[in-house]
């Protein structure tokens, strides 16, 4: 994978899938978790597994997921990472790990200097640590929920390109994102959405092309 790393997450078309491998993202992402309005089933982010076949890599991203249900994930949609959004433990992701031999990204909710201590103790666990925002008490859904958390608590850190940037970024805001933290790695759901669960091309490309200027003027 390239140095610099772009997700686009809660694909669910062939068309907007289509749109993100073109305009040059380097993960793409498929939600399977029935509460979000990105669902989709394991045969369906099969297909979009097989459209986007080499040209990015493809993750599936599960919450709190049990053995039965990647055992279905690694079966039916084969994809090149598995996201674990929910509350898994440092025990329960190197148990998958070792299960499955597949790279992980680990998302990890931020809200203060504690949680990126807390988050440094999955470095060496999973692949990437995606750092996001903690949803509010009474969201339905543990991410995609297009909240930034204070971006100002990664400024003066140096953290390493194993930590991806992720939280309500938009193509609007991107550019500030990456020049005040300096994260080489951003993920990005809602903020490339025209309305809840329905992403938008224009949005994805103005993104994707934004992030790449930001990174190019040398932050
Ligand atoms: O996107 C969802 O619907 C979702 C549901 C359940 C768990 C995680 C989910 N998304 C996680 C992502 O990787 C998002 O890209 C990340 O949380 C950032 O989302 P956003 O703030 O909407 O850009």
Not at 36 to 60: C, F, N, W
Not at 90 to 98: F, H, L
Not at 153 to 167: I, R
Not at 181 to 207: L, P
């Amino acid at each position: 994978m390239a140095n610099q790393l772009i997700k686009i997450c809660g694909l669910s078309t062939p068309e907007t899938l289509a749109v993100a491998v073109d305009a040059g993202a380097d993960l793409v992402g498929f939600v399977h978790f029935p509460k979000s309005p990105r669902h989709v089933s394991l045969e369906t982010a099969g297909k979009l597994m097989h459209q986007a076949d080499g040209k990015a890599k493809r993750v599936i991203l599960t919450v709190d997921p049990d053995d039965q249900l990647l055992d279905e994930i690694m079966t039916v949609a084969r994809p090149d990472l598995l996201q674990l959004h929910g509350s898994e433990t440092i025990e329960r992701t190197k148990e998958i790990k070792t299960r499955y031999n597949i790279p992980l990204i680990k998302a990890l909710g931020v809200a203060t200097a504690h949680d990126l201590v807390q988050a440094q103790k999955f470095e060496g666990i999973a692949d990437l640590l995606l750092l996001d925002a903690k949803p509010a008490p009474t969201s339905e859904i543990p991410g995609g929920n297009g909240i930034p958390f204070d971006w100002e608590l990664l400024a003066h850190k140096s953290l390493g390109p194993q930590y991806m940037l992720s939280g309500g970024l938009t193509p609007d805001n991107i550019d500030r994102a990456i020049r005040l933290t300096h994260m080489q790695a951003v993920d990005v759901s809602s903020g490339v959405e025209s309305s809840r669960g329905i992403k938008d091309i224009d949005k994805i490309q103005t993104f994707i092309a934004n992030a790449r200027a930001a990174w190019r003027s040398g932050v």
